[in-house]
């Protein structure tokens, strides 16, 4: 998973809002997917909540939520 400097919020904060958008919507996608490197399917499909909330299903919300904003907006 990519370690983001402490001053990242900091030197993105000063830019355009599109800019800030931008930045920390990768830095989101990227901290999601980073949850995934090295896993199986079968552990990305585990859950280990009560709630029944897996690593799979957040990556299928993200990206729906992603699509329908992108869409209407």
Do not use: I
């Amino acid at each position: 998973m990519p370690s983001y400097p402490p001053t990242f919020a900091d030197q993105v904060v000063a830019q355009p809002a599109r800019a800030q958008f931008e930045a920390f919507l990768d830095e989101h996608r990227d901290a999601l997917h980073g949850c995934l490197d090295g896993l199986t399917e079968e552990q990305v499909r585990r859950s280990l909540v009560a709630s029944g909330t897996t690593l799979l299903g957040l990556v299928k919300h993200a990206t729906f939520v992603e699509k329908v904003w992108f869409d209407d907006a």
